[in-house]
């Protein structure tokens, strides 16, 4: 059972329709194909946290997603593990999310073949993000491609209402919602159709070397990204670095998308909005802003990355974690699969 699935019932409720409390259910995932990144704290990880208590929620460490691009053992292995304690960091609290490693719930396997039957192959060619990861290469698995449907299973499967993401996963959740109404149509009323929940700010870091970039964790150039787990040197340089535009005025304008992207950082790391910040540089020039961004942003590190030296120091309390987050999904989605499976008609009966 998933818990705080109903305000105020014990942790052995399950859901039933019945119920007139229910909270909106929250799923969310992210790839351990690297560190997490600055862009991934603020799209993502920082919202899933400061949600906690408004729903019930569901977060999950795609390691079977992670398999669409060539990886190896004992990196797969180590970036679950240094994800989830990223992620436990970072303020996701066991006792009211539900943390786990997907591959450990084997039904997600099983919906995403399930819902390929419901999925146009003109659909998946579509996803942006599969064509610019298969952009000129020779090697493009087909997990690459179906990438999409397993997503939609991962949501669907958990009857999630809200999907909070960065921007890039828009198409991927609106893909979603046409998986699950078309299985709706198809089979009778099984799965709730989600919404995405992306904020207006900070669903798009772009690359500190290139802001017509996506910041991500596996563009293979550290100096694009910041990662959770950088120090403080390695932060001031990646941030004296940056590439800033012509001029030197410190201002948020759209011929200026790289202040543009330093600005909305700062403003959210901070909480102040982003003409307080402008006025405060009037006339001071990028360096001492940059300069006083890399505090901003190593204050922000210092305390999660601490408590990421912990986790690592006890490996085994995050497995027991995640263990303890997989029974707790896999009850709902065993049960979930039960109803697919008797919908589609699928084995004995
Ligand atoms: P990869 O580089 O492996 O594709 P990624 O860094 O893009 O990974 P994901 O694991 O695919 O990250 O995404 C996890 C979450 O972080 C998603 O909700 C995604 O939208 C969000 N996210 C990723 N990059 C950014 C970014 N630059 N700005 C805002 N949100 C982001
Ligand atoms: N494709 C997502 C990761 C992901 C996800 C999910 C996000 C896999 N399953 C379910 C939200 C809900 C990405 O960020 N690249």
Redesign the pocket.
């Given at each position: 059972m998933v818990a705080g699935r109903v305000e105020g019932t014990s942790a052995t409720a399950v859901a039933e329709p019945s119920e007139t409390v229910r909270r909106q259910r929250v799923?969310?995932?992210?790839?351990p194909s690297g560190t997490p990144t600055l862009g991934n704290y603020l799209g993502?990880i920082r919202n899933w946290v400061v949600q906690q208590d408004q729903y019930d929620n569901v977060f999950?460490v795609?390691d079977l997603?992670a398999l669409s691009l060539p990886t190896d053992r004992d990196t797969l292995r180590a970036n679950t593990l240094n994800l989830a304690a990223a992620l436990l960091a970072a303020g996701i609290d066991p006792a009211r999310s539900v943390l786990f490693a997907?591959s450990d719930v084997r039904e997600h396997s099983e919906l995403c073949w399930l819902l390929t039957s419901v999925t146009q192959f003109g659909e998946l060619r579509r996803m942006t993000?599969f064509k610019d990861k298969s952009a000129g290469r020779e090697d493009v698995s087909a997990a690459l491609f179906v990438?999409?449907v397993?997503?939609a299973a991962?949501?669907i499967l958990y009857d999630?209402d809200l999907?909070?993401?960065?921007d890039?996963?828009r198409q991927?959740?609106e893909l979603?919602r046409d998986i699950a109404e078309r299985f709706n149509r198809r089979y009778g009323q099984t799965f709730v159709v989600p919404k995405p929940d992306i904020k207006a700010e900070g669903a798009r870091i772009m690359a500190l070397d290139d802001p017509s970039q996506k910041m991500s964790k596996s563009s293979g150039r550290p100096m694009s990204y910041i990662a959770l787990t950088d120090d403080a040197d390695t932060i001031r340089r990646k941030m004296k670095r940056a590439v800033t535009d012509s001029g030197s005025e410190v201002r948020a304008v759209p011929d200026k998308p790289a202040l543009v992207n330093l600005l909305t950082i700062y403003s959210l790391l901070t909480g102040e909005d982003v003409p307080t910040i402008e006025e405060r540089y009037a006339g001071r020039g990028y360096g001492a802003f940059k300069t006083d961004l890399a505090e901003v942003v190593v204050a922000t590190v210092t305390p999660i990355q601490a408590r990421i030296a912990e986790y690592a120091a006890d490996p085994g309390a995050v497995q027991a974690i995640l263990a303890d987050g997989a029974d707790r999904a896999r009850d709902q989605a065993s049960r979930k699969m039960a109803l697919v499976r008797d919908r589609i008609g699928l084995g004995a009966g």
């Open positions: 799923f969310s995932g992210m790839q993502a999950c795609v997603h997907q993000q990438y999409p397993l997503q991962d949501i999630a999907v909070p993401v960065g890039d996963q991927h959740v979603t």
